[in-house]
C-alpha cells in the first residue's frame, strides 16, 4: 500500500535512491540498472521489489527481461507532503518563528551576563486594550481557577499554582510543557513571590522570582498591573522591573519580551471566550456572600 512512511523508508536507502534517479531519465531493465548501479543483480532486483511495494515503480515483463520504470506521482505527493510541513514550520508569527525571536534573544542576553546585577533596573511594559470590563479582568488576575487558564506562555500549562490575593500573601506558579500529559518530562519553569499591592479592580502588584534548578533564585520580576476603565472596556498596563539578577538568569530574561506578550495574548482570548452568564451569577454570589479576595489553591 502507498504510504508516506513506506515511501519514506523506501527512498531512504542510498542505493534505492541510485536507482530511482536512474529509473528518473527512463525506464530500464533489472540488468542495466545493476550495471550503471554497480551492483549485484540479485541485490538491484531485491531493492526494486521493495521500491515496488512502496508504489514509487512499476514493472512489466518485456521478452526475457523485465523493464522497471518510474511512478511520478508518488514523489510528487510526497513532495507537496514535505512542502506543506516547511509552509506549516514557516507560518508567520508561529511556533518556529518564535522559537527563533527566543534565540537570538538568548544569544544577547548570555553576552551581556558577565556578572551579577547585569539587569538590574532593565524595565518591560505590556499595553492591552481589553473590551471586558475592570471587575471580570481583576477575577482572571488573583482567582487560581481562572488564572490557570492563561498564565503562562504558549505550549505551556500550569502545574502548580498559588496565589494568595492580599497583601503578603504567597505566590507559586509551576509549569510544564502542555503535551507532558502525565508529569513525567522535566519541569519546564518554577517561581515563587509575594503580593505587595492589592486595589481590587486599579491595582495588582507583586514580586516573582523564577527558580534555577540549584533551588537558588534567577532574578525578581517586580510586576504591576493597572486596570483603567474605558467606554469600550478596560485598558490594561503591564510594567516588570528586574532586580537581582544573577549571571545565570540570562535564559530567563531572554524570554520575557516574549512570554509575557504571549501570557497576555492567551489573557485577552480567555476573557473573550468566557461565560460572561457565569461571571454574572458569581458576581451575584459573591456579593450576596460577601467572600474575600483571597485566592488560593
Keep these: 500500500m502507498e504510504t508516506a512512511d513506506a515511501l519514506l523508508i523506501a527512498l531512504a536507502d542510498p542505493a534505492r535512491w541510485r536507482l530511482v534517479t536512474l529509473l528518473a ?32 515503480v512499476t514493472s512489466q515483463r518485456t521478452g526475457q527481461r523485465r523493464v522497471y520504470a518510474l511512478r511520478s506521482a508518488p514523489l510528487r505527493n510526497l513532495a507537496a507532503a514535505l512542502s506543506r ?55 482572571h ?24 490575593a492580599r497583601p503578603g500573601g504567597r505566590i507559586v506558579l509551576e509549569y510544564r510543557d502542555a503535551e507532558d500529559a502525565d508529569g513525567s518530562d522535566l519541569v519546564a519553569g518554577r517561581a515563587q513571590g509575594v503580593v505587595d499591592d492589592v486595589r481590587p479592580g486599579e ?13 537558588d533564585i534567577a532574578f525578581t520580576a517586580h510586576v504591576a498591573f493597572d486596570l483603567r476603565p474605558t467606554d469600550t472596556g478596560t485598558d490594561l498596563d503591564v510594567q516588570v522591573r528586574i532586580t537581582d539578577s544573577t549571571v545565570d538568569s540570562a535564559d530567563f ?42 485566592s488560593t489553591k
Design 25 to 56: 531519465e527512463r525506464p530500464r531493465s533489472v540488468g542495466v540498472l545493476a550495471q550503471l548501479a554497480e551492483a549485484r543483480q540479485p541485490q538491484t532486483t531485491k531493492h526494486l521489489q521493495t521500491l515496488e511495494r512502496a508504489g514509487v
Design 85 to 139: 510541513l516547511a509552509d506549516t514550520a514557516e507560518q508567520a508569527d508561529g511556533p518556529r518563528e518564535t522559537y527563533d525571536r527566543y534565540g537570538l534573544s538568548l544569544q544577547t542576553e548570555r553576552l551581556a551576563a558577565q556578572e551579577p546585577g547585569w539587569a538590574d533596573g532593565r524595565s518591560f511594559r505590556f499595553l492591552r486594550s481589553l473590551t471586558q470590563r475592570p471587575e471580570l479582568i481583576w477575577r
Design 141 to 164: 488576575l488573583t482567582e487560581t481557577p481562572l488564572l490557570a487558564r492563561w498564565w503562562t506562555p504558549d505550549d505551556l500549562r500550569v502545574s502548580e499554582l498559588v496565589f494568595e
Design 203 to 215: 491595582r495588582l502588584a507583586y514580586r516573582s522570582s523564577p527558580m534555577l534548578p540549584s533551588g
Design 253 to 294: 530574561i531572554a524570554g520575557i519580551e516574549i512570554g509575557y506578550g504571549q501570557t497576555l495574548d492567551k489573557l485577552a482570548a480567555t476573557l473573550t471566550t468566557y461565560n460572561t452568564d457565569t461571571y454574572k451569577t458569581d458576581t451575584h454570589n459573591t456579593d450576596t456572600h460577601n467572600t474575600d479576595t483571597r
